[in-house]
Antibody
Framework: EVQLVESGGGLVQPGGSLRLSCEVSGFTVTSHYMNWVRQAPGKGLEWVSIFYSGGTTNYADSVKGRFTISRDSYKNTVFLQMDSLRAEDTAMYYCARTPMFTTYFDSWGQGTPVTVSS | QSLLTQPPSVSGAPGQNVTISCTGASSNIGAGYDVHWYRQFPGTAPKVLIYENNNRPSGVPDRFSGSKSGTSASLAISGLQAEDEADYYC???????????FGGGTKLTVL
């Protein structure tokens, strides 16, 4: 059974850092593209970042230079290091899987909440 | 502001048919990139409803169908049921952003 389980969310002050984890089971992170997608309270979905199976990464303009996506193939886990956090980064952060050579998100985790506030 | 435009809300009575539109641009839908649709119930993660324009994952009833033409796409739901009440999002890939793009979401109300 495919499962994605996020963790690491919480309350952080503006300018602070947080590291999210997405531990997967039922497949390997090296055989799919792995993404982070977020949803601010009461708002729509926003794609944040992608880690392609070959190792290339990409980011939304809103987080470029502040967020870093990484992968640990031994732990079958994807991470999102979030630095210089702003109030507008407050959201539920979802980990989502994309089958190779496609552009859609076929499996999602349950999400981990991030609140940036003083 | 989302790169893909959806109506904020649609509604219909049980048994009726509804359509949700998704309008993009030459850098995403118009460039030939596939359109996908997700359904999200309150407090839960989204789930894919239609992928690659008109394909249904196993378990999704054939009441749901997708289409794409030019810079737009549509999700059609026939024979509305109370349990269809949810938020619906379209999604594609954008070549200018080199990443995924979502519509702003459409809240479907079953009257």
């Amino acid at each position: 059974e495919v499962q994605l389980v996020e963790s690491g969310g919480g309350l952080v002050q503006p300018g602070g850092s947080l590291r999210l984890s997405c531990e997967v089971s039922g497949f390997t992170v090296t055989s799919h593209y792995m993404n982070w997608v977020r949803q601010a309270p009461g708002k729509g979905l926003e794609w944040v970042s992608i880690f392609y199976s070959g190792g290339t990464t990409n980011y939304a303009d809103s987080v470029k230079g502040r967020f870093t996506i990484s992968r640990d193939s031994y732990k079958n886990t994807v991470f999102l290091q979030m630095d210089s956090l702003r109030a507008e980064d407050t959201a539920m952060y979802y980990c989502a899987r994309t089958p190779m050579f496609t552009t859609y998100f076929d499996s999602w985790g349950q999400g981990t909440p991030v609140t940036v506030s003083s | 502001q989302s790169l893909l435009t959806q109506p904020p809300s649609v509604s219909g009575a049980p048994g009726q048919n509804v359509t949700i539109s998704c309008t993009g641009a030459s850098s995403n839908i118009g460039a030939g990139y596939d359109v996908h649709w997700y359904r999200q119930f309150p407090g839960t993660a989204p789930k894919v409803l239609i992928y690659e324009n008109n394909n249904r994952p196993s378990g999704v009833p054939d009441r749901f169908s997708g289409s794409k033409s030019g810079t737009s796409a549509s999700l059609a739901i026939s024979g509305l049921q109370a349990e269809d009440e949810a938020d619906y999002y379209c999604q594609s890939y954008d070549s200018r952003l080199n990443g995924g793009v979502f519509g702003g979401g459409t809240k479907l109300t079953v009257l």
